[in-house]
């Protein structure tokens, strides 16, 4: 499987008792390890509001990064353009590859408020699911519900904080289309007036869109020819369906010929099965912190993740992401890596890792990398 690139996905997780600082100091130390250990992509995902994760401006940590590495290509997992504009987009990133070139993906997200996973779409020759695995093992769980998130306060006040005052996110579509323009150097007004971003015009990036879900999202990327990011860790009971939306729409472009797809995993790796369970621990609680609408707490220690009292409510949010973590010794956790390739199709692996310990987090990448080129 070492033909299958691996990725990273990076969160910058704050630990519990530490700082946003040290996380931001750990990540770029990550992505330095991680380009030594041979991983083709290093992304960084946006996220707001959330106690524990000082992840939640791409474009910035990116830059930072991208002085402190060399080879290893840097993206965004994705920048929300819920929130923003394809012009800002292009002149920020624009900025970052007028003195990194050639090493930067445009990862591109919906997000803006809005929960992942929506109803299901019928896609044509869908892998078949039977007792919530694919045929060859791969855990499907049943489908979470985010709805509840919608009502949120804290999810509202996100968006309020994020949009100028009434103003309403632009339809998405067109959003990818001024992004593709800008960079091309072909955008004109409705009224003909040309726009130039300098710098951004002819930047040297790869497109990429992220979806959990065979809607908009896979429609977009697989229209306009584009990379497309399917997310297992955030909502695996609709990874399927967003492969395979994707290669439903995909017309072949300038930038590729044929569907192209990476998958995420959340993964924990140790010398051992024992050791990599104690680290990740600490999963089950901080989901919850996530799917309650609390927003994303202090990543936990083991100890401080054991003494939480959980509630059947508790377990029902975060049984899924549970089930669907691959944790465990190099060889359990490559085979499990191996199965959601073969079911999805995938390109590409994009592996995000969370342990309260900085060097239990480094040595977790570092022991995949091991096991994956032997096979």
């Known amino acids: 499987m070492s033909d299958i690139p691996l990725g990273v996905l990076d969160l910058v997780p704050i630990s519990s008792g530490s700082t946003a600082t040290e996380a931001l100091r750990n990540s770029i130390d990550l992505a330095r390890q991680a380009e030594s250990f041979g991983y083709a992509r290093?992304?960084?995902?946006?996220h707001h509001l959330n106690p524990g994760v000082a992840g939640t401006s791409p474009a910035v940590v990116l830059a930072l990064t991208?002085?402190?590495?060399?080879t290893i290509r840097l993206g965004s997992g994705a920048v929300q353009l819920g929130h923003r504009t394809a012009l800002s987009t292009v002149e920020e990133f624009g900025l970052i590859d007028a003195l990194h070139p050639g090493r930067l993906d445009l990862g591109?997200?919906?997000?803006?408020?809005?929960?992942?996973?929506?109803p299901a779409t019928?896609?044509?020759?869908?892998?078949q699911v039977v007792d919530g695995h694919t045929p060859n093992g791969l855990r499907i769980p049943p489908r979470f519900s985010f709805e509840h998130l919608l009502g949120s306060p804290r999810v509202a006040l996100q968006r309020k904080l994020l949009l100028l005052p009434s103003a309403e996110s632009q339809d998405y579509g067109e959003q990818i289309d001024d992004v593709l323009a800008l960079?091309?150097?072909t955008y004109r007004s409705a009224d003909g007036v040309e726009a130039h971003v300098v710098p951004g015009e002819g930047a040297d990036v790869e497109i990429w869109i992220l979806g959990s879900s065979g809607g908009e999202s896979a429609k977009v990327a697989g229209r306009n020819g584009l990379r497309f990011a399917a997310n297992y860790h955030v909502s695996p009971a609709s990874v399927l369906e967003a492969a395979e939306g994707y290669r439903a729409a995909f017309q072949s472009s300038d930038v590729l010929d044929k569907p192209y797809v990476s998958v995420s995993a959340d993964v924990v790796v140790a010398e051992d099965d024992e050791t990599a369970r104690e680290l990740a621990t600490g999963y089950g609680l901080w989901v919850r912190s996530i799917r309650s609408a609390e927003g994303a707490i202090q990543f936990p220690t083991p100890d401080e993740a054991r003494a939480h009292v959980w509630s059947d409510a508790d377990r029902?949010?975060?049984h899924d992401r549970i089930d669907t973590q691959f944790v465990g010794s190099p060889g359990r956790v490559a085979d499990r890596l191996e199965q959601l390739q073969e079911a999805t199709?995938?390109?590409?692996l994009l592996i995000t890792t969370i342990t309260h310990g900085h060097a239990d987090r480094v040595r977790s990448y570092e022991l995949l990398a091991e096991e994956w080129?032997?096979?």
């Open 345 to 348: 199709g995938a390109d590409e």
């Open 66 to 70: 991208a002085s402190a590495t060399s």
């Open 316 to 318: 029902a949010l975060v």
């Open 42 to 46: 290093y992304w960084y995902a946006e």
């Open 183 to 185: 960079l091309a150097g």
């Open 108 to 118: 591109l997200g919906r997000s803006g408020g809005r929960p992942p996973g929506g």
């Open 122 to 127: 019928p896609v044509p020759n869908a892998t």
């Open 373 to 375: 080129r032997k096979r």
